[in-house]
């Protein structure tokens, strides 16, 4: 397996966040389009299941490797054909005991939330994508442990094409629920064969006792955090379908779908990068600091003016799209997620790097923190305020994020100063300034369109005016290492 030296890493971790952001962009938004068309076509019933279903399913995804990826990917010596092979051997195994037991209990679960017999295929095809996506993970470890995410965005790129196209193409004919069952087949099956074409990897059957041994002393520990984070997210949905009418699960995810595409769009692309950037970085602490400060800034820059947008310019979308009229009691709660989602671009990249440099007892113990402090708010919040109590909730457990970053600086030393004020200070401008232009610009949707446009001028020259030498320092930095 390749090793990589500090120069190799900085350069292609550049590169990889170049690649996957501007292909994320691509992919982002024809999720986005095609999650804005299904939510013109298809009932707030069908979202919410699709929202219930899908987060039953999460179960699955978290217990199938117990934590095995992440351990390859943070592990410090070359990965062995018997490190690869044990892992997948293991996985195996666990995935068809678990498609095995979400089959025998798809009726039972069908009962349970009075789901009819499309529903009921609709998680059943998502049993057999979870396992068609297992045969994924090894090809996935290897792009990603060598930072060559330009080749890994690849796959993700086809499957989105197939899922959109599938999806919307029977939507638009009336197939309903059956719309997103046909949508999971073709995604899983066109996303395997493009990863195995860009990446091929040889299947093969293990077990080393002491390999095993040693992924699994990392990999428990960061799979039981996944496991929080399941039982804090998904069994939360999974909740809500029994304790709320299902049109009212489907205003929570309409709500987190808006707040939360930024975080998809922007963050989860950094985090992929950064985690296998910051291992081979966790003996540099000099350079491993640097690294956090410039993946935070990037991450605060891009994902707060969004979010900003998103609220400030969410009411006009409803107001002028007829068939989104239906969506205006989700506003409320928008707003709150997305306050969640901004302390989350904050706190997500500080437990990655923790993660990252081994102290995975950590993030376990912040998670502990936050899945009990959900549980024991949510449904006393839904109680008093319905499902907007649901946001509420989300909002307030969002501020700890403060408790993150003094964790982290106990064990990396990282500067915050400019990495905040400067996007918090470009975000609220435009944030003023596109909430009072608003409300005379927009008439129509064209001319959302034109607000968007002048909010992003005034921010980007807002952040330029602030964060000068900052941004000019990463752009040559970026344009050195693309010369390379």
């Not at 900085?10 to 982002?28: D, E, F, H, P, T």
């Not at 809500?240 to 699960?249: E, K, M, S, Y």
């Amino acid at each position: 397996m390749e090793e990589l030296d500090i120069a190799t890493v900085v350069k292609r971790s550049i590169r990889g966040v170049l690649a996957l952001v501007s292909r994320s962009i691509v992919i982002q938004g024809i999720s986005l389009l095609t999650a804005l068309l299904l939510f013109g076509l298809l009932d707030e019933s069908d979202i919410g299941i699709f929202a219930v279903v899908s987060a039953s399913l999460a179960f699955l995804t978290y217990f199938s490797d117990i934590g095995l990826a992440a351990a390859l990917i943070q592990k410090k010596e070359s990965l062995t054909t018997d490190d690869l092979r044990t892992t997948f051997t293991i996985q195996q195994i666990l995935v068809v005991l678990l498609v095995l037991i979400a089959f025998l209990l798809s009726g039972f679960l069908g009962a349970m939330y009075h789901l009819n017999s499309e529903g009921i295929l609709l998680f059943q095809a998502l049993v057999v994508a979870f396992f068609l996506a297992s045969l994924k993970t090894i090809p996935s470890i290897i792009l990603e442990r060598n930072l060559q995410f330009e080749r890994l965005v690849l796959p993700q790129v086809f499957e989105t094409l197939a899922f959109s196209g599938v999806v919307l193409y029977c939507a638009f004919h009336g197939y309903g629920i059956m719309s997103y069952t046909y949508a999971v087949l073709a995604r899983g099956i066109v996303g395997l064969i493009a990863i195995y074409c860009i990446a091929p990897w040889r299947i093969g059957f293990t077990f080393s006792k002491s390999v095993a041994r040693k992924l699994l002393s990392f990999g428990v520990p960061f799979q039981a955090n996944s496991i929080l984070a399941l039982l804090k997210d998904d069994l939360l949905t999974l909740y809500l379908g029994i304790v709320l009418p299902f049109a009212q699960v489907g205003y929570i995810g309409f709500a987190q779908k808006l707040a939360f595409t930024p975080l998809r769009l922007v963050m989860d692309n950094i985090i992929r990068i950064t985690f296998p950037t910051f291992s081979r970085l966790a003996h540099e602490p000099t350079s491993l600091g640097k690294a956090i400060e410039k993946s935070l800034f990037v991450t605060l820059a891009l994902i707060l003016p969004a979010l900003t947008g998103v609220v400030i310019l969410a009411p006009y979308l409803i107001e002028y799209v007829p068939k989104y009229q239906k969506w205006e009691p989700a506003l409320v709660a928008l707003t709150f997620f997305a306050i969640n989602a901004a302390f989350s671009s904050l706190s997500t990249p500080l437990t990655n790097a923790l993660n990252a440099i081994g102290k995975v007892k950590v993030t376990l113990y912040l998670m502990v923190f936050w899945t009990v402090l959900t549980w024991g708010i949510t449904p006393l919040a839904i109680m008093q305020f319905g499902f907007n109590g649901v946001a509420y909730t989300s909002a307030l457990v969002g501020t700890t994020a403060v408790i993150v970053v003094a964790v982290v600086r106990r064990y990396i030393q990282f500067r915050l100063g400019n990495i905040i004020w400067v996007p918090l200070l470009a975000t609220a401008i435009m944030g003023i300034v596109l909430f009072f232009i608003s409300a005379i610009v927009i008439t129509n949707i064209p001319m959302l369109f034109v607000a968007i446009g002048i909010g992003t001028v005034v921010y980007f020259g807002t952040l330029f005016a602030l964060g000068k030498q900052h941004i000019i320092e990463d752009v040559r930095m970026i344009a050195l290492n693309l010369r390379k």
